[in-house]
C-alpha cells in the first residue's frame, strides 16, 4: 500500500522501551583484605549511564551472595549503557561506606542479545575516569591563513567554539562544569585555554571562541596553500576535556573528553559537531579476576506507529472468540508458535481487555481447553495459553484489590517478626516449636480472614472470568462437585494470592526490604494458604506437601469450618451476575509511596525555601507527606485540588528530575530520586487528577522565583500559564493500555516466527497433517481441527505482518536520511546510529 507508507513520518513514530532484570547471583567475589576478612556485605544498583535507578537488599556475611530480585520499569529517556554495579557495604565507626567491587556495563544497542536468556557476567573494575557520560557541542573552522612577516611562511589560525554540553556526571551531589580546548602539535608541544565555570547544571552553555594559531612547516612558497594546509594539520590533535570544579582537596574532576584529530575534516568550510564524551585512555593494566554476577535480562524497543497502521492486524486479533474452531483464531496460532507462552499471553490479554472482549476471548479458550481434558484435576495445570492469560488478566485487574486484600496483613507480620519456624531441623538456639507454630497460626488465620472476606471489592471484571470458568468446568464435568471450585481457586490461590504473600516486593505490596527470618515466615503462610485454596478439591494434607512438618502443620490448622469459608468466598466472587456491590471503603487505597525532596511551600529560613526529603503517600482520597513513614502527615492534598502534574525545567532549581503538582494557590516543586521514579509519580498523579472539572489547560513549565516566572517573565504568581498542558492520558487508574504498542509487540513475535508461519501455510495446502508427508512439522502441541479455516487465518496473518514490516523498513529508512551523524540526536560516536545505518544498507540484519 504505497499511499499508506508515504504517510509515515518519523516524528509520528514513538520508540517506547521497556527493562526488566532478574538479579541471580555472584559468586567468586575478592574477600576484603582488612576487617572482617573472608566475607563481605554484598548488594547491587542498578543503573542507566550514572543514574541509580534501583537498588537491592543486602547480602550479609558471604562472597557468593544470592539476591533472587526482580526490576521491571519503562524507561523515561535515551541511555548508553546498562550498568550492574555490585557493591560491599563496608562499616567504619559506626557509618557505612560503599566499596564498589566491578560492574557489568551493557550498551543499549547490545541488549537485545541478552534478551530473555540467562547469563554470567564478569565483573569490569571500576575507575573514576572511566565513568563518563554526557556528549558536547563544538565548531572548530579555519578561520584564516597568515603570511609570517619577513619569513615568507604560513600560520594558521583555528577557531574553536564550544558550545554546550549535556547529561554530564553528578559528581558527590553537584556539577560545576568548565570545558578545557587544548591543541597538541607533532612537535609534543601543546596548548591549552578554558571556559568559565558554569555552576549547579549538567547541560552547560557555553558558547566561548578560543583561537590557536598553527604554525606551518614549510618554507616554499610555490606550493599550493591546500598542500601547505594538509602537511600542517596532518598530526594535529584538538582536545576539549570536560571537568567539575571541586574546592575540595582533589580539585577538578575529569568528566569526559573528545579528541579530534584535524586531518581529514573539512576545516576550511568549517566542522560543526556533537560528540559522546570518552573516558581517557589508559595503559592496559594486568586482568583482575573479579567474579561474576549471574542476570537474566529482557529488554524491548518498539517503535509504534499510529494506530490506523495497526487496525488489520489487530482486527484480526479480536475476531479470535469468533473463530470456530478456536484453533483456527489468530490468538490461538500467536500462543502455539512462541516458546514461552507469557511472550504471547501478555500483549493478547492487554488489547482484549482495552477493548472489552475479555470475558469472551477467555471463555472461548476455556471451553476449548477444558473439553479436551478427561481428568478434572489436571484442568489448567500445564502451561498453556489459557493459563498464562489467566496469569496475566489476574495481575492486570487484580493488583488494587491484591494491595486492599493483602497490604495491612503483609505488613503487620514484618512489623511483629515473631519467629515461625516449623521445621525441627532449622529451629534457633533458644526458639520453642509449640510457640513458633502458634505464632504462625495466628499469622495465618489473619491472611485467611482478610483473604475470604473480600468478595465484597473484588472487580467485576475479575468476578465475570471466574463465572464463565466455573460455568465451563461445571458443563464438562457435571458429577464433580468440586471441580466448580478447583477450576478457580487452582487461579485465584495457587497463582495469585500466594506469590503475592511469597515476594511481597514483586507485587508491590511491601517497598521495605525483607530480611531472611520474614522470607521464611512468609514462605510458610504462603504454602499454608495455598494449601487452603487446594483443600476444596483434595480429600488429604497428605496429597498437598512432601514436607512432614508442613502436613503436621495443616492437620492441625485447617478444619472443615476453613474449607467451607473457601467454598463460600469462591461462590461469592464467581457469581454469574458478577460480584455484589462493593462496599464502601473505610481506609483509603494505597496507590504509591516513597521518599522524595520537596521545596518549602510555606516557611522560609534567611529568607530561602530549602529542600527536605519527605515520605510522601497517595492514596485513593489524597496526597500527603510526612517526615517519616508513619508519622504524622504534614500536609494533605484532595485529588481534587490537584489542578495539573507536569515535569518542571531543570533550570528553576539547577536539579535533575523534578516535577510539580500544581494545586489552585500555589505548586509544590518535588525532587524524585531517578527519572524512572519521576515518571511513575507524574503518570499515577496524573492518572487520578484526570476526572477533577477544573484541572488547568495552560501551566508554567518554570518555577515562579525572585518575583517572576522563569519561564515567561510575568511578575504576578497568580499569571495564567503559558504552556499547554501534557496530553490527557487514560482516566482509569488501575489498568492503563496501550493497545497499539501491544499489537506491535504481536507484530514482531509474527515477523520472528515467519519461517513456522510460512511452514503452516505450506502444511494446510498439501493437507501434509492428513497425507503424512515427511518434511511437514508442526510446533510442539499444535492442533489442527480445520485446514480451510487455518489456512485462511495464516494467510490473513501473514499479509499484516509483511505490511507492517514493510512500514518499519521504510521507517528506517526514513531515520537514516533525516538523521546526520554528529547531530545531537545521533553524537559522533554513537553506535545505535552506526547499528540504524547498518539495518539501512543490509535489510536482513533489521531487529527491533
Not at 535480562?297 to 469468533?322: A, G
Not at 486492599?404 to 515461625?420: G, N, R, V
Not at 510522601?616 to 508519622?631: D, I, P, Q, S, V
Not at 495564567?720 to 493497545?739: E, K, L, Q, W
Amino acid at each position: 500500500m504505497p499511499w499508506k507508507m508515504a504517510m509515515i513520518s518519523t516524528s509520528d513514530v514513538r520508540v517506547e522501551e521497556c527493562l526488566k532484570i532478574k538479579i541471580g547471583q555472584a559468586k567468586n567475589l575478592p574477600p576484603r583484605s582488612h576487617g572482617s576478612v573472608g566475607w563481605r556485605d554484598i548488594y547491587c544498583r542498578i543503573s542507566l549511564d550514572q543514574e541509580e535507578i534501583f537498588r537491592t537488599a543486602t547480602v550479609e556475611k558471604t562472597l557468593e551472595p544470592f539476591f533472587g530480585e526482580e526490576y521491571e520499569c519503562e524507561i523515561p529517556r535515551k541511555f548508553r549503557f546498562l550498568s550492574i554495579y555490585l557493591c560491599d557495604k563496608e562499616r567504619v565507626v559506626n557509618t557505612c561506606k560503599e566499596k564498589v567491587l566491578g560492574k557489568v556495563a551493557i550498551k543499549r544497542e547490545e541488549l537485545h542479545k541478552y534478551h530473555g536468556k540467562d547469563h554470567w557476567f564478569p565483573l569490569l573494575p571500576v575507575d573514576a575516569d572511566s565513568e563518563v557520560q554526557g556528549k558536547v557541542h563544538i565548531h572548530v573552522k579555519l578561520n584564516q591563513f597568515m603570511k609570517s612577516s619577513g619569513s615568507g611562511s604560513f600560520s594558521h589560525r583555528l577557531y574553536v567554539r564550544v558550545i554546550e554540553c549535556n547529561d554530564l556526571t553528578i559528581i558527590n551531589g553537584a556539577c560545576d562544569p568548565y570545558a578545557a580546548v587544548s591543541i597538541f602539535y607533532s612537535s609534543s608541544k601543546q596548548e591549552t585555554k578554558r571556559t568559565k565555570v558554569r555552576k549547579k547544571t549538567i547541560c552547560p552553555q557555553f558558547d566561548e571562541v578560543f583561537y590557536f594559531d598553527i604554525p606551518s612547516k614549510s618554507h616554499n612558497q610555490e606550493k599550493d596553500v591546500f598542500k601547505i594546509l594538509e602537511e600542517d594539520i596532518g598530526s594535529v590533535e584538538l582536545r576539549v576535556s570536560v571537568m567539575h570544579d571541586s574546592s575540595g582537596l582533589f580539585g577538578s574532576v575529569f568528566l569526559g573528553e573528545v579528541k579530534i584529530p584535524l586531518h581529514g575534516l573539512d576545516i576550511i568550510k568549517g566542522h560543526n559537531a556533537w560528540y559522546f564524551l570518552k573516558p581517557r585512555d589508559h595503559h592496559p593494566q594486568q586482568k583482575i579476576e573479579l567474579g561474576s554476577l549471574r542476570l537474566k535480562i529482557y529488554y524491548v524497543s518498539d517503535h509504534v506507529f499510529s494506530s490506523q497502521f495497526y487496525d488489520p492486524l489487530r482486527n484480526l486479533l479480536l475476531s479470535s472468540s469468533k473463530v470456530k474452531p478456536i484453533t483456527s483464531s489468530t490468538a490461538y496460532v500467536l500462543g502455539e508458535i512462541v516458546t514461552n507462552k507469557i511472550d504471547a499471553a501478555q500483549p493478547l490479554v492487554k488489547i482484549f481487555m482495552h477493548h472489552g472482549e475479555i470475558v469472551a476471548f477467555i471463555k472461548e479458550l476455556a471451553d476449548w481447553e477444558i473439553s479436551n481434558v478427561k481428568d478434572p484435576n489436571t484442568i489448567f495445570r500445564g502451561n498453556t495459553l489459557v493459563s498464562k492469560c489467566m496469569d496475566e488478566f489476574m495481575k492486570l485487574t487484580g493488583m488494587h484489590y491484591l494491595h486492599e486484600t493483602l497490604q495491612s496483613t503483609i505488613h503487620y507480620i514484618c512489623m511483629d517478626h515473631k519467629p515461625c519456624e516449623i521445621d525441627p531441623t532449622k529451629l534457633r538456639d533458644g526458639e520453642n516449636i509449640e510457640t513458633n507454630m502458634a505464632n504462625l497460626k495466628d499469622y495465618v488465620q489473619r491472611t485467611f480472614r482478610a483473604i475470604t472476606s473480600s468478595a465484597l471489592v473484588c472487580p467485576q471484571i475479575m468476578c465475570e472470568v471466574f463465572a464463565v470458568l466455573k460455568d465451563s468446568a461445571t458443563l464438562c464435568f457435571p458429577s464433580v462437585r468440586e471441580v466448580r471450585y478447583s477450576v478457580i481457586s487452582g487461579f485465584l490461590f495457587l497463582r495469585f494470592f500466594a506469590p503475592a504473600i511469597l515476594g511481597p516486593k514483586l507485587f508491590d505490596l511491601s517497598t521495605d526490604p525483607i530480611d531472611p527470618q520474614t522470607h521464611r515466615t512468609l514462605t510458610l503462610v504462603s504454602k499454608t494458604i495455598q494449601s487452603l485454596g487446594n483443600r476444596v478439591s483434595c480429600k488429604s494434607p497428605q496429597q498437598l506437601f512432601k514436607e512432614d512438618y508442613m502436613v503436621s502443620f495443616n492437620k492441625s490448622f485447617i478444619t472443615e469450618h476453613h474449607v467451607e469459608s473457601v467454598r463460600v468466598f469462591l461462590e461469592l466472587i464467581s457469581s454469574s451476575s458478577g460480584a455484589p456491590t462493593p462496599l464502601k471503603r473505610e481506609i483509603p487505597l494505597i496507590l504509591k509511596e516513597g521518599m522524595m525532596k520537596k521545596r518549602a511551600q510555606g516557611r522560609k529560613k534567611f529568607g530561602i525555601k530549602n529542600f527536605k526529603i519527605r515520605y510522601f503517600c497517595l492514596t485513593t482520597t489524597e496526597l500527603f507527606y510526612a517526615k517519616a513513614k508513619g508519622e504524622p502527615p504534614l500536609c494533605h492534598i484532595p485529588i481534587d485540588h490537584i489542578l495539573a502534574v507536569e515535569k518542571l525545567q531543570e533550570e528553576s532549581f539547577k536539579m535533575k528530575n523534578m516535577f510539580q503538582v500544581i494545586q489552585p494557590e500555589r505548586a509544590l516543586y518535588i525532587q524524585a530520586r531517578n527519572c524512572v521514579e519521576e515518571k511513575e509519580w507524574i503518570d499515577i498523579l496524573t492518572k487520578v487528577c484526570q476526572s477533577n472539572k477544573n484541572r488547568l489547560r495552560e501551566f508554567h513549565p518554570a518555577a515562579f522565583l525572585n518575583g517572576h516566572w522563569l519561564c515567561c517573565k510575568a511578575s504576578s504568581e497568580s499569571a495564567p500559564g503559558c504552556h499547554p498542558v501534557t496530553a490527557s492520558v487514560s482516566a482509569n487508574i488501575r489498568v492503563h493500555i496501550d493497545s497499539d504498542r501491544e499489537v506491535e509487540r504481536i507484530h514482531t513475535i509474527f515477523f520472528n516466527h515467519m519461517n513456522i508461519l510460512e511452514n503452516l501455510i505450506e502444511s494446510c495446502e498439501q493437507q501434509a497433517v492428513y497425507t503424512g508427508e515427511q518434511g511437514m512439522t508442526l510446533p510442539p502441541g499444535f492442533v489442527i481441527e480445520d485446514i480451510q479455516s487455518l489456512w485462511k487465518t495464516l494467510k490473513a496473518v501473514k499479509s499484516c505482518v509483511i505490511t507492517l514490516e514493510q512500514d518499519h523498513k521504510q521507517h528506517l529508512s526514513n531515520m537514516y536520511r533525516e538523521t546526520q551523524y554528529g547531530s545531537e540526536q545521533a553524537p559522533i560516536g554513537d553506535d545505535n546510529y552506526l547499528v540504524m545505518m547498518a539495518q539501512h544498507c543490509c535489510p536482513g540484519n533489521n531487529h527491533r
